[in-house]
């Protein structure tokens, strides 16, 4: 039987530490190819490049793995993975990480590294977003080997339920073992944003934006509670976004 | 009573048709503040500036209307009319477009235009994306004014199910008149990319992305269905991606 071939992509782009923890954990399982942005991306959420060219040029920052860094988004290079670079090839899985920082809760939305995996879900293959909740671009990760290789090698096995991609947390390096694995909802937080404005050498106004991670829920199911009790989360995520309840409400309620 | 608020925004910037039609639809029904990308944002899907800075022009491109230019994208826009424009004030309906293309189905991810709606939506006001299913910059929108306000009106009266945006989308211009509005879900479809390779001047490739829009779907209770049959589509949308239904198969099958 032949390795099964994994697609690899990030949001931090192709030199991040994250990246090449990855690389190294996916070669143990398959044939790993990369594709991933040339710059950082991050927040860039299903971005997609249109109306503007892109750049693709081979790599050879991963000894003995083929290598490609794109001018695009996390979601074009999975794009540009799956249909030109892999064009004739069957893709087993699409990982994308290890990013640089929390994708728990509502920042599933912002985060080019869950867009990536979420690209993947669409063009029906397995696929797996790794977030370490830590921002450091020199986080600890000596920590996370395990859990990454242990959901990558199910995933391959047993493959994921249609049309759903895994955002994967994993907790920072603490001196407490991490206690396990919870198959999560995601959260009810948000992030509560101000702006801090200031004035540019010319006198003019310009804007940092700035915010603070609010969680309202309660819960001890949501991916929020496994990361502070030390477990990693993962969130199945669907790409159809139709909130079915509400279809009934609307035409329940509504006057057309 | 005073008169509702009414924040608009879009993808296609400042100073496009659609969002123009906009303003004057909402103008009958509330008080009117834009703040709007200066530059087209389509496919921004839900990216955010994050590491950059972010500038905020006052604009009087729209007679009598408060209205700003923001080098960011289409939830940036929303973000700082919420938390820095608007800032102590209640907003009664956050509304993006009127977008030129469709944002049926699967293009909901990619869009900017619902990522605004998407966004208020997160910060627990009613939002509505319109989308024109033409991409002409020209496009006529004679025939959508009513449809445009109808809705509007009904979730300024009614209120929008908690946690959902609504993404709309118009038929183009025909000679038969829309046949009236339905409540969808999100249709089984997707984009098949292939890319174009080209080279420079200087010898070296780059890419065009090209898709083809490929409907999978055979039901009759989803947007693309609604389109094709000359109605308005209505997809409530929700921004907690969870697969509910996943959490209890990973559960079950996998071994933790």
């Not at 949001?11 to 090449?20: H, K, N, P, Q, V």
């Amino acid at each position: 039987m032949s390795k099964p071939l994994i697609l690899v992509s990030n949001d931090d782009g192709i030199d991040s530490l994250g990246i090449r923890k990855l690389v190294g954990v996916m070669q143990r399982l398959g044939e790993v190819v990369v594709v991933a942005p040339d710059s950082p991306q991050s927040g860039m959420g299903h971005a997609i490049t249109v109306g503007d060219t892109l750049r693709l040029i081979e790599s050879d920052i991963f000894p003995g793995v083929e290598a490609y860094k794109c001018s695009g988004t996390p979601a074009d290079c999975v794009k540009l993975g799956k249909h030109h670079v892999l064009k004739d090839r069957n893709i087993d899985l699409v990982v994308s990480g290890v990013n640089h920082g929390s994708n728990t809760s509502i920042s599933v939305l912002y985060s080019g590294t869950m867009s990536a995996a979420i690209e993947g879900a669409i063009e029906g293959t397995p696929a797996i977003g790794y977030s370490l909740c830590d921002f450091n671009t020199k986080a600890d990760m000596s920590h996370i080997d395990e859990y990454v290789e242990k959901i990558a090698s199910e995933a391959l096995i047993k493959g994921l339920p249609k049309a759903t991609a895994l955002n994967v947390n994993i907790p920072h390096k603490q001196n407490e073992s991490i206690r396990g694995i919870k198959v999560c909802r995601q959260a009810n937080a948000r992030w509560e944003e101000d702006f801090d404005q200031r004035l540019d050498p010319n006198g003019r106004d310009y804007f940092w934006m700035r915010g603070n991670f609010v969680n309202h829920d309660k819960g001890e199911d949501n991916d929020e509670w496994a990361i502070a009790n030390n477990f990693v989360s993962i969130v199945p995520c669907q790409f159809d976004l139709t909130a079915h309840h509400a279809i009934t409400r609307l035409n329940d309620e509504w006057d057309f």
